[in-house]
């Protein structure tokens, strides 16, 4: 499995914008959020009927994973995303989103993995397409201050160092303009 997904990213590298950065060697690559792209202000429900909007989570970076029961790497990836979020509770909210899975499916997946992270279900597949994820797993990374970063598309251990690098600049926050009339 590893083998086909290293094979894959490294086929397919050659046809990739030159602001891409693919990491072969564990079949992920970063994308970075295109400029003019339109940022969704509502993420969604969980299973508890909470309301996730991005305006809401300001002030933590917010790393949001598009995934499936069905996806093999998907299922990979999970343990090291919750780790990640239960290393980093303060300053980073993890979020993942549930791609067109059964109810059922997706409850099954939640239970065998022991899945503490918030899970909205996107049923019709409408966020997914709205985020621009045709890739699963996919995780967009959004920064302290709201804005959306890069997309990372494949699977990653979000323990690694090279991970951490991509987290490291989404936990500061731009510097608040000092009051008119005060010295900074």
Same mark, same amino acid.
């Given at each position: 499995?590893?083998?086909r997904r290293v094979l894959a990213a490294g086929?397919?590298?050659?046809?990739?914008?030159?602001s891409w950065t693919v990491h072969a060697e564990s079949g992920y690559e970063?994308?970075?959020w295109p400029t003019n792209k339109a940022v969704p202000a509502q993420l969604g429900a969980d299973a508890a009927g909470r309301i996730w909007n991005l305006a809401d989570i300001r002030g933590r970076a917010l790393l949001i994973n598009f995934w499936a029961?069905?996806?093999e790497p998907?299922?990979?990836e999970m343990p @090291?995303?919750?780790? %990640?979020a239960a290393s980093r509770a303060a300053d980073l909210q993890v979020l993942t989103i549930n791609f067109k899975d059964p109810l059922a499916s997706a409850q099954r997946f939640? @239970?065998?993995?022991? %899945?503490?992270?918030?899970v909205l279900r996107d049923e019709e597949g409408a966020l997914t397409r709205q985020w621009g994820v045709r890739v699963f797993p996919s995780t967009v990374l959004v920064?302290?201050?709201?804005?959306?970063r890069n997309t990372v598309r494949g699977a990653i251990d979000w323990t690694w160092p090279s991970a951490q690098r991509l987290i490291q600049p989404l936990l500061k926050r731009a510097p608040a303009a000092a009051a008119p009339g005060l010295a900074p």
């Open positions: 499995m590893q083998r086929a397919a590298a050659w046809a990739l914008p030159a970063v994308q970075p029961s069905w996806c998907c299922r990979e @090291s995303l919750q780790r %990640l939640i @239970s065998q993995s022991g %899945l503490q992270l918030p920064d302290a201050d709201g804005a959306v």
